[in-house]
């Protein structure tokens, strides 16, 4: 004999554990990242599209707050190395890990990013499904914690 188990409530929805700003200027990779992110039931992502520029002045007036910081570093304006060393700079900002999501893999950039103080280089791969398995670990990294430089 089968004894039925009480209903139970589902959890509430867990309010998010990280906010993402995306900082890319390739629309077609930013809405394939900010789709990948935005159905990660921990992430709530914003893009700063290819405006940089404006998203350090919004970082710098406290308006964005991102706990990470995916950053493309070939981008008009300013590129990748130049932002990371003006976020750095942003008291409130200092300590955000910062990852680079990239398609270079030139060693020069990886050691670049490196002394820029960037906690991560991710090279973005060919295939969506490999984007996705990245980009889960970089999540899986930022709710836990686990960073260094």
């Known amino acids: 004999m089968f004894r039925s188990q009480p209903r139970t409530e589902p959890p509430p929805r867990r309010a998010w554990n990280i906010n993402v700003l995306l900082v890319e200027d390739d629309p077609a990779d930013t809405g394939l990242i900010l789709n990948i992110l935005n159905r990660h039931p921990l992430v709530a992502a914003v893009s700063a599209a290819d405006a940089a520029d404006i998203a350090l002045i919004q970082l710098e007036s406290g308006h964005l707050k991102p706990d990470l910081i995916l950053l493309d570093i070939h981008m008009p304006k300013i590129n990748g190395f130049q932002f990371l060393e003006r976020l750095r700079r942003i008291k409130a900002m200092a300590e955000t890990p910062v990852v680079f999501l990239?398609?270079?893999c030139l060693i020069n950039?990886?050691?670049?990013?490196?002394r820029g103080s960037a906690n991560l280089y991710v090279v973005k791969p060919d295939t969506r499904e490999e984007l996705q398995q990245r980009l889960d670990a970089v999540i899986k990294r930022a709710v836990s914690g686990a960073w260094s430089r």
């Open 102 to 104: 990239t398609t270079s």
């Open 109 to 114: 950039d990886v050691m670049e990013a490196r």
